[in-house]
């Protein structure tokens, strides 16, 4: 009779220790499928921070090629040239984006050559466009009474090659008298500058920047 109890203890046994090993056995797969899902998460945090990255590096050969058109050509920046994505006006009410936003007259087309100008694509794969914009009411000769401009100091010498941070107040409208000694304009006129950058992953970044001239 005793060797029958001990036999039944131990299939009762045998059986509580088949079902632990299970439930151990589904703890350590769910842990092992939350482990790849992290490592796979991080995997496309690090790769989204590397496009990124690559993103702003391929915009600012998008600044340097427009301002380097700018310097090119100072005797064309009264009119419109929109091959070279260049306008003599600020077009405050285009939608720079070209998302359509509800508040703008139009949006801006990037897609177009004739409106944007399109930088060769990178080895990257980015596809670097940007748009310059005078800070002008209207096109013409350069009035500072109707475009954002900072004054020039005649006794400083300094070049037309000047940058300034966005911060500084670029809309308000201000009078100022030409430099007769020299012939030139006492002021700096203001050039907005955006470009878009479309990355190989379908991201698209954009990026602006403020230069005198």
Not at 92 to 111: E, H, P, R
Not at 190 to 195: A, D, E, K, N, P
Request: hydrophobic share 40%.
């Amino acid at each position: 009779m005793k060797s029958v109890v001990i036999s039944a203890w131990r299939r009762q046994q045998e059986g509580v220790a088949l079902i632990m090993a299970l439930i151990v056995l589904v703890a350590m797969t769910l842990a092992g499928l939350a482990m790849m899902r992290s490592v796979d998460g991080s995997s496309l945090v690090a790769g989204n921070l590397a496009f990124k990255q690559s993103a702003a590096i391929s915009a600012d050969a998008g600044v340097e090629a427009a301002i380097a058109w700018l310097h090119g050509n100072p005797k064309s920046l009264n009119e419109d040239h929109d091959s070279d994505g260049y306008s003599a006006s600020s077009q405050d009410d285009l939608d720079l984006t070209g998302n359509n936003t509800v508040d703008a007259d139009d949006d801006l087309d990037w897609s177009k050559a004739t409106l944007v100008k399109k930088l060769p694509v990178d080895s990257a794969g980015n596809q670097v466009s940007y748009v310059i914009h005078r800070m002008c009411q209207t096109a013409g000769a350069l009035d500072p009474s109707s475009c954002a401009s900072m004054p020039r100091d005649p006794t400083s010498g300094a070049n037309e090659d000047n940058s300034i941070g966005i911060l500084r107040p670029m809309l308000t409208y201000q009078t100022s008298p030409g430099n007769s000694s020299t012939g030139r304009s006492s002021s700096f006129g203001l050039y907005r500058i955006t470009v878009r950058v479309a990355g190989p992953r379908s991201n698209v970044s954009f990026v602006q920047a403020i230069i005198s001239q």
